[in-house]
């Protein structure tokens, strides 16, 4: 049950678009479309942004969009502003009814 | 409105266990699912277990069987948490979760720090 890979750092300038990827394996990302991304500002609780894959929840700003490729899913920024500068986990359901979280993302705002 | 307030800081011992309780308010408890989630201090996001609140069947990360344990008080509107043996690099945030649809986990407890030290 390894961490989902995820890059350490992503970075934009406002008004840009930035996308982070999330590398499982078939026995996760690749085999069930239970993805979900979360964004965490430091020293608070993270906040559901995408769920399975593409879903946004209602109040999630439509500049998030989510998808996945084989065994890696994506969480783009459109039009990217500086309240998006957080932290970025993605998450993903594996075999035998477990979960996994990925190594995280810090997106910075130039 | 949903909210899960969780018990408070704890300090431990090495060798000792910690339960932490989330409390939840604002929907039927039974039913969605409880995932918990631990932060240690400056890394990333790590799942520990999750309960069917509903019919109390209940799933470990492999890295904390045997150690963790997910129990739910129907009547409470309450999960716990409980975490034994503990070590000095179980000092963390211990996070409660309600899950919404397939995984999403769509309302957080403020957390609660446990710092294990002799």
């Known amino acids: 049950q390894s961490a989902l890979t995820q890059p350490p750092s992503v970075s934009g300038s406002p008004g840009q678009s930035v996308t982070i990827s999330c590398t499982g394996t078939?026995?996760?990302?690749?085999?069930?479309?239970?993805v979900s991304w979360y964004q965490q500002p430091p020293g608070t609780a993270p906040k559901l942004m995408i769920y399975e894959v593409s879903n946004r929840p209602s109040g999630v700003p439509d500049r998030f969009s989510g998808s996945k490729s084989g065994n890696t899913a994506s969480l783009t920024i459109s039009g990217l502003q500086a309240e998006d500068e957080a932290d970025y986990y993605c998450s993903s359901y594996t075999s035998g009814s477990l979960w996994v979280f990925g190594t995280g993302t810090k997106v910075t705002v130039l | 409105q949903v909210q899960l307030v969780q018990s408070g800081a704890e300090v431990k011992k090495p060798g000792a266990s910690v339960k932490v309780s989330c409390k939840a308010s604002g929907y039927t408890f039974t039913s969605h699912g409880m995932h918990w989630v631990r932060q240690a201090p400056g890394q990333r996001l790590e799942w520990l277990a999750w309960i069917n609140v509903g019919n109390d069947n209940t799933k470990y990360s492999q890295k904390f069987q045997g150690r963790v344990t997910i129990t739910r008080d129907t009547s409470a509107s309450t999960a716990y948490m409980e975490l034994s043996s503990l070590r000095y690099e179980d000092t963390a945030v211990y996070y409660c979760?309600?899950?919404?649809?397939?995984?999403?986990?769509?309302?957080w407890g403020q957390g609660t720090l446990v710092i294990v030290s002799s």
């Open positions: 979760a309600r899950v919404y649809g397939w995984g999403g986990l769509d309302y």
């Open positions: 078939s026995s996760d990302v690749g085999s069930y479309d239970r």
